[in-house]
């Protein structure tokens, strides 16, 4: 099946300084692809960038993305406009901060209906109410005329959500959809995602620093690190053999890894600020650290679906690492 | 909503009266016989006398506030000294030419503010910006009268295209307007510039952008609106700042208003008249506050709730 | 000294602060950089235009205008930072009273606030300083009565502030006065804004004298501030348009430049500050 969203030797810099570097992954249609890394590591930008989003001083540099064989960085501004909050959408973040203080939940709602789908006013807001119903509101006829301070945060994201369905996307960007939320929404909000996700048949880009959510809810999941991917793989093979100390060190750091701990791992260290380096970023906080890492990595194969950057990643002696770890 | 504007409304009452005090206050500032001095100088000593027993000036101070009050709720502030006509007489003349001047400086200012203050946050760093925020300063910093001044020597003197003074046709309505409202625009650009940069690094523009509008709408319907509220807290002082320059222009342009009827009642010391011109503008701008307040709860819903 | 620097980066900031010490010369060296005496009267030379001796020509009795504005220059910049000066010491002290005692100091202070916020100042001042009587000490302490309640509000709100945090507690616990704990710890926390507020305000007092020696209700003759050399020169100004033009360039120089400094210290000091100074 041909790729809904490839993505390939991204490059972004904030500026003169990089903040992604050489990014390639493909998202097929249907499919929910995680993207996990820690804050910093770039995921959001790249996110943004797909979506074109990318506020000044950020700039691509280099590389490409086509989105339904289209190579988007050359379409034109009025044509890409046209995808966005269309064929594709997107939730962030910040659910108590993302939707308009001053407008109703049923009003900008409607603005997607009325922009991408050439409804009138009045029956964008009849068709608000039932994007509501559908992404578990109460009351949806009478929510439409709340503003959004009126709503708890679990709530804001719902809304989002309808407005990102309005317009009937084929790729849904989420990035780090439940951060925010309290633990029990969180469970809500994702389980209604992949509900609607498999109603729906769009493909989702699910951005977090968490891996757990990953193995829950994605198929295939990509691990960023200072601004570039460092492991790439089904969910099924970065769980049993991550080959990327890196990955490693994030599963090691999940509570539900092994049995009783007295303590969870966490990596020793901060994620560089500096991107410019030779060699490998990770150098500085990986417990395997040897000479070879410090020369210029490239992305390695493992298996027919997993890569690594990392020089032991086809050598066989991931596994042995991998093993070391447990 | 309406315990809201309730709220409002009866909280202005003390402020009201609060100001109604400094101003009747201000008259025992004089060295000497406050008297004397409503009375004018050369007036003789029945005269004096009549004002003194008329206004209870020989009752304790707050007796003497209270009289007064008491009539200026009946719009009545006794008789102006210079003319001998009553002073609500003399300000009802002259009121509808000051309204008259305001309107139209106040329209001016708000179609230059809005636009070029928006387009400064919008372009900003460009040469938009640069100049918008160039002529912002430069007209803050310009007084009035000077720039009343300049525009007679050039429009109408220099270049003869318009007239001085006269009130008859729109034409005399262009100088002055443009003297009363360019200052104010000049301030009220720059807030719209700083508010509209403001809320443009909010989440929610970001949300309108992923929606897919264009970068006109996002600007208009969900940047300016927000940016709205900061803004109305500035036009609170619109009224306090446009009477400056009415006072001034007027003066200079021999606009027959109230900002002249002041100065000449003030250089003809006819003191009853004062009062009543500054106790009437003050309460004009608690009007204009409250109306503000209004408009608050009209563009942030949050307002609404409480 | 971080702060200075980010101001010396700061060019229209920089720009400003060289315009008003080149002002501030100029007013300081009057004596010696006037070309004429400012009160020699010619009136056979009345309202002559610019020439080599009079360098922006001559008022309607024939007195040098360049002299008269280098003269002028003291008393409109002494009365601007004089009038600051003195809002900002009343503002400080009704700010003071109301944040740190509250309750019903602090209801009274802040209604006369709203009071003193309500009455547009300009009529105020006007009004008073006509029944006084105008004289330069009038109009300076008129000026300054009026204009203290931006200070009082935004220091009010930075004690209501500072009184919640731990070490003003601690400092009370130790036994602080009321006076030194208001100088040692809520003062030095919040001269950033006000002395932002105070360049903005003698921009403001700057423009408020001279509209009011414009009108002839501020400095008297034989005394000449900018404004009221303008006042002189509205009488002629269709005639004599050299009169009006000079007073205001410099009226409007001092103004702007005050504003950009200003500016530049609100973004050096603090970049959140609100628009509350004008």
């Known amino acids: 099946m041909q790729d809904l969203l490839k993505v390939e030797g991204l490059q972004i810099a904030f500026g003169t300084s990089p903040v992604v570097r050489q990014v390639s992954f493909g998202l097929k249609p249907g499919e929910t692809l995680g993207i996990v890394g820690e804050s910093g590591s770039g995921k959001s930008v790249t996110a943004l960038s797909i979506m074109g989003l990318l506020s000044h001083p950020g700039r691509i540099t280099a590389g490409s993305i086509t989105f339904r064989g289209q190579d988007l960085l050359t379409l034109p501004e009025d044509k890409r406009r046209g995808l966005r909050g269309s064929s594709m959408a997107m939730i962030f973040q910040e659910p108590m901060t993302c939707l308009n203080p001053v407008y109703t939940v049923g009003q900008q709602i409607g603005e997607v209906l009325t922009l991408h789908r050439g409804m009138d006013k009045r029956k964008a807001l009849a068709n608000a109410a039932e994007y509501l119903e559908r992404v578990g509101i109460p009351d949806p006829a009478k929510r439409l005329r709340n503003f959004p301070h009126e709503l708890s945060g679990g709530m804001r994201q719902r809304v989002m959500i309808a407005m990102a369905l309005a317009g009937q996307p084929e790729l849904l960007i989420a ?28 493909a989702q880009l699910l951005i977090t620093h968490d891996l757990g959510l990953v193995a829950e809810y994605a198929q295939r999941a990509i691990v960023m690190y200072a601004g570039q991917v460092v492991e790439t793989g089904t969910v099924q093979e970065l769980f049993e053999h991550p080959a990327h100390p890196y990955t490693q060190g994030l599963l090691q750091s999940l509570p539900l890894w092994g049995e009783a701990q007295d303590r969870l791992y966490s990596i020793p260290g901060t994620v560089p600020r500096n991107l410019n380096m030779e060699g490998c970023a990770f150098a500085a906080r990986c417990p395997h650290v040897e000479a070879a890492c410090h020369q210029s990595q490239h992305m390695l194969p493992v298996t027919a679906t997993q890569s690594a950057r990392c020089w032991r990643a086809s050598s066989g002696k991931a596994k042995e690492v991998a093993q070391a770890c447990q | ?78 008789k102006s000294i210079a003319t001998n006509l009553p002073v609500s007489f003399l300000i009802q003349s002259r009121l509808p030419y000051t309204l008259k001047l305001n309107f139209w400086a106040t329209l001016l200012g708000l179609t230059i503010a809005f636009p070029l203050g928006v387009m400064a946050a919008a372009k900003r760093g460009t040469w938009v910006d640069y100049c918008s925020s160039a002529l912002a300063l430069v007209g803050m910093s310009m007084p009035s009268f000077w720039l009343s001044m300049v525009l007679i020597i050039v429009v109408s003197v220099k270049l003869d ?89 007027e003066t200079i342009f021999a606009w027959p208003g109230l900002g002249r009827l002041l100065t000449t009642a003030l250089l003809q010391r006819d003191f009853f008249l004062v009062q009543a011109i500054i106790l009437m503008i003050s309460v004009a701008v608690v009007a204009a506050n409250l109306l503000v307040d209004l408009m608050y709860a009209w563009v942030d819903p949050r307002v609404r709730l409480e | 000294m971080k702060t200075l620097k980010r101001l010396a980066h700061h060019r229209l900031a920089t720009a400003g602060a060289i315009v008003l010490l080149l002002l501030s010369l100029l007013a300081v060296f009057a004596p010696f950089l006037a070309p004429n005496d400012p009160a020699d009267v010619n009136p056979s030379q009345g309202l002559r235009g610019p020439s080599l001796q ?98 009082a509000r935004v220091l009010r709100g930075e004690i209501l502030a500072i009184k919640q945090k731990p070490f003003v507690e601690a400092a009370r616990a130790y036994g602080s006065g009321h006076l030194r704990l208001l100088s040692r710890h809520v003062l030095p926390n919040c001269w950033s804004p ?31 501030s900018w404004g ?43 970049p959140k500050l609100v628009e509350e100074a004008r």
């Not at chain 2, 100088?41 to 707050?62: L, Q």
């Not at chain 3, 903005?200 to 408020?208: E, F, G, K, M, Y």
């Open chain 3, 54 to 151: 009079y360098p922006f020509g001559q008022d309607a009795l024939g007195r040098c205008i360049l002299s008269r504005m280098l003269f002028g220059a003291r008393i409109s910049l002494t009365v601007g930072l004089l009038a600051g000066v003195i809002s900002l010491l009343v503002g400080v002290v009704m700010g003071s009273l109301a944040g740190y005692f509250g309750g019903w100091v602090d209801l009274l202070v802040m209604r006369l606030a709203e009071v003193f916020m309500t009455i547009p100042q300009f009529l105020l001042v006007m009004a008073s300083v006509a029944i006084i009587g105008p004289s330069f000490n009038t109009v300076l302490i008129i000026i300054g009565l009026s204009s203290w309640t931006g200070y």
């Open chain 3, 194 to 224: 006000l002395i932002v507020m105070v360049t903005l305000n003698v921009a403001n007092v700057i423009l408020l004298e001279s509209s009011l020696s414009f009108l002839g209700f501020g400095i008297q003759e034989p005394d000449a």
């Open chain 3, 228 to 270: 009221s050399i303008l006042n002189q020169g509205r009488t002629y100004f269709q005639t004599a348009p050299h009169i009006a033009t000079f007073p205001g360039l410099a009226i409007m120089m001092a103004v702007l430049a005050f504003n950009l400094l200003g500016d530049g210290m609100r973004d050096a000091l603090d």
């Open chain 2, 1 to 78: 909503m309406l315990k809201y504007i309730v709220k409002r409304v009866l909280l202005a009452i003390p402020l009201i009266l609060g100001i109604s005090l400094i101003v009747f206050g201000l008259m025992h500032l004089a060295p000497g016989d406050p008297v004397r001095m409503l009375a004018g100088r050369e007036a003789p000593a029945e005269v004096v006398a009549a004002i003194r027993a008329e206004w209870g000036f020989d009752k304790p101070f707050f007796s003497q506030y209270l009289l007064w009050l008491g009539r200026a709720i009946r719009l009545d502030f006794g």
């Open chain 1, 175 to 202: 990035d780090e959809p439940t951060t925010a939320l309290d633990v029990t929404v969180q469970a809500q909000i994702l389980d209604l995602l992949s509900d609607l996700q498999k109603d729906t048949g769009m």
């Open chain 2, 161 to 249: 295209l318009l007239p001085t003074s006269g009130t008859g046709s729109w034409l005399n309505y262009i100088l002055p307007a443009t003297a009363l409202g360019f200052s104010w625009a000049a301030g009220l650009m720059r807030m719209i510039r700083t508010s509209v940069l403001e809320v443009l690094k909010e989440d929610y523009v970001r949300t309108a952008r992923a929606k897919g509008l264009r970068e006109r709408a996002v600007l208009v319907r969900h940047a300016l609106r927000n940016a709205l509220i900061p803004i109305i807290t500035v036009l609170g002082t619109w009224l306090a700042f446009m009477v400056v320059g009415t006072v001034i222009v």
